[in-house]
């Protein structure tokens, strides 16, 4: 039989300190008599985020340095598990970004994977079985270092298994895979065996943190089967892929929830066209991302309303340059508000299926929770609400579409 290649992705919670380290060894030990492994490694837990306080410490503005300093902690990951591994005799080497090497964009903090060369990668199997990858690094044609943006790691590993043609890529978390909601909001969640790549799409970027968005997107432009599984417990986790090959697609597969939003109103627009465009084109143009959109006549039938949400990060922004617009817009107020919460529902099976929005807005009508906005697409249906509802939306969502766990 021949061997196979296969990518394995931990992430920092997976490499936080030496036992953890010493676990994932055990567990790349396992799988290295039979295949040729590329292991990619987050920085321990918390690094990177300690990384970003010394930069804001500094105040550096420095592109270059600062993300020096943020792809600092995998050097230490893999340098640390390609020893243990040797200790095993296990053949291993550790390799950073630009040896590879991982060409990137000059997009600093969110570089775009612009090249990886398969031979080179190939050409490191010839004296070794494990390749140890830094994840979140890259390097531009200029020769400096960048960093991927956050999930920047999990998108190494689908870049990786992408350009070798892996057979498959497992990226190992500290849960056992994809739930139909939080686990710690609601106990009884299940565990989702098969995902589609959009579900898991409208899944990651609706809040669930299990993988990143951008890591899904490049899986699912190169079909490649995601599985993702726990690096603390052997059992089977959750696959990732192409729809056609789902037999059952289930009407809703999960509730997701997001706190990361902001919500602006400005209030006495002039209700005339073009408006819309000059509010959403000046927030574009400073690369603001607006989600969620909701627009209103005003009681006196002249001027509107308009809300919509960004990112918590984006508020302060955003608001700024709406104020610095008064004169172009030509409105009354501007409200924000930070103590709300994007809740969604997802599943391959609401495009053939009807009554599932009904279903929802009942939901949280029964439970005297009111709608502040909301979007759709083909597979999903979000709604914004007072933060404070959020654990008993969630909670009463999962229990109304009948998703909890059952004892077999």
């Known amino acids: 039989k021949s061997m196979s290649l296969i990518i394995m992705k931990f992430g920092g919670t997976s490499v936080a300190n030496i036992n953890k380290i010493n676990n994932v060894a055990k567990i790349v030990a396992s799988e290295s008599s039979n295949n040729k492994l590329i292991v990619v490694l987050s920085a321990m837990a918390g690094v990177t985020n300690q990384m970003q306080n010394y930069i804001n410490e500094i105040e550096s503005e420095e592109i270059i340095e600062n993300d020096l300093l943020l792809t600092s902690g995998e050097n230490v990951t893999i340098a640390i598990l390609s020893a243990i591994l040797k200790k095993k005799k296990?053949?291993?080497?550790?390799?950073?970004?630009?040896?590879?090497?991982?060409?990137?964009?000059?997009?600093?903090q969110k570089a775009k994977i612009l090249n990886i060369d398969e031979s080179r990668i190939m050409k490191f199997f010839e004296k070794n079985d494990v390749i140890v990858l830094a994840g979140f690094q890259g390097i531009t044609n200029d020769g400096h270092i960048t960093s991927l943006g956050r999930g920047g790691s999990d998108t190494t590993a689908v870049a990786i298994a992408s350009a070798v043609s892996a057979d498959r890529c497992d990226i190992y978390t500290d849960v056992e895979g994809v739930y139909s909601a939080d686990?710690?909001?609601?106990?009884?969640?299940r565990k989702i065996s098969k995902l589609a790549f959009e579900e898991m799409l409208e899944m990651s970027s609706t809040g669930a943190k299990v993988l990143h968005t951008r890591s899904v997107e490049l899986a699912m432009k190169n079909n490649l089967i995601l599985q993702v599984?726990?690096?603390?417990i052997k059992k089977p986790g959750t696959l990732i892929l192409d729809e056609k090959k789902l037999i059952e697609k289930e009407i809703v597969s999960g509730v997701s929830y997001s706190k990361n939003e902001s919500k602006i109103t400005i209030s006495g627009i002039p209700d005339k066209?073009?408006?819309?465009?000059?509010i959403f084109g000046l927030l574009a143009s400073k690369n603001i991302n607006v989600d969620m959109i909701v627009q209103n006549?005003?009681?006196?039938?002249?001027?509107?309303?308009?809300?919509?949400?960004?990112?918590?990060?984006?508020i302060s922004y955003a608001k700024k340059i709406l104020q610095n617009n008064l004169n172009l817009i030509g409105y009354h107020s501007i409200k924000t508000d930070e103590k709300v919460s994007k809740i969604?529902?997802?599943?391959?099976?609401?495009?053939?299926?009807?009554?599932?929005?009904?279903k929802m807005f009942k939901t949280l009508a029964d439970n005297?929770?009111?709608?502040?906005?909301?979007?759709t697409s083909e597979i999903k249906i979000s709604v914004l609400i007072d933060e404070k509802f959020t654990n008993i939306a969630v909670q009463s969502l999962h229990n109304a579409y009948n998703l909890e766990y059952k004892d077999e």
Do not use: C, R, Y
């Open 183 to 189: 686990p710690n909001i609601v106990p009884k969640a």
């Open 297 to 314: 006549i005003s009681q006196d039938g002249i001027s509107a309303n308009i809300t919509f949400t960004v990112p918590n990060s984006e």
């Open 229 to 232: 599984l726990s690096s603390l």
């Open 344 to 358: 969604s529902v997802i599943g391959m099976g609401m495009m053939s299926q009807s009554g599932v929005a009904q």
């Open 368 to 375: 005297s929770i009111n709608i502040l906005a909301i979007s």
């Open 90 to 108: 296990i053949k291993s080497i550790p390799l950073l970004g630009w040896q590879v090497p991982i060409i990137t964009d000059n997009s600093h």
């Open 273 to 278: 066209p073009g408006i819309s465009a000059k």
